[in-house]
């Protein structure tokens, strides 16, 4: 989101909750209606009040319309275009790619990938555990490599890096025996 748009969202929320307040004290009468009444037939008698609620109200209208279509989880494809046609790949795509890489060591457990695109090439993020018993160290380069060479060779596209993020070493299971003792 823009900060603009972060700008306006914040003045959208505050008139809305002036709105808000303002129909709930005269519900209650905590603001007795006829003052609320009054106030909007003064700021509808005077033009340049008139022109203030006006330009709030198209503000209001135009937010709700930006924010109700905005998503921010839209994701871009990765576009190449050549002779024959476009070839578009989802940013899932890439990420099932690492994921599958990844899912094919046994010592990496609870992984999810995520991928952005920059100019540079592809960039790669994975979130993982590990075993007890693993190098990090030797196995993230082994996984940086591998995810590297099979998202080049099943993209066309360049990767500018895989970024492994070791959470945690996954606890291993107790067995029954464990348990007995």
Not at 3 to 19: G, M
Not at 136 to 141: F, G, K, P, Q, S
Not at 152 to 160: F, I, R
Request: with cysteine; aromatic share 6%; hydrophobic share 45%.
């Amino acid at each position: 989101m823009k900060i603009i748009e972060k700008i306006a969202l914040a003045i959208f929320v505050v008139l809305t909750w002036i709105a808000g307040l303002t129909f709930i004290c005269g519900f209650f009468n905590i603001i007795p209606v006829e003052d609320i009444t009054s106030a909007v037939e003064f700021m509808f008698i005077h033009a340049e009040y008139k022109i203030i609620f006006l330009v709030i109200a198209i503000i209001c209208i135009v937010l709700d319309v930006v924010l109700i279509s905005y998503d921010d989880k839209k994701r871009k494809p990765i576009i190449t275009e050549s002779e024959k046609g476009i070839l578009e790949i989802m940013p899932e795509t890439i990420e099932n790619i690492a994921l599958i890489e990844v899912g094919k060591y046994a010592s990496v457990q609870d992984i999810t990938t995520r991928m952005k695109m920059k100019k540079e090439g592809i960039i790669v993020n994975v979130y993982c555990k590990v075993l007890p018993e693993v190098n990090i160290c030797d196995l993230t380069r082994q996984l940086q490599d591998k995810i590297k060479e099979r998202i080049e060779k099943q993209t066309g596209n360049t990767v500018k890096c895989v970024n492994i993020h070791v959470k945690d070493v996954k606890k291993p299971k107790e067995t029954k025996t464990e348990k007995e003792d």
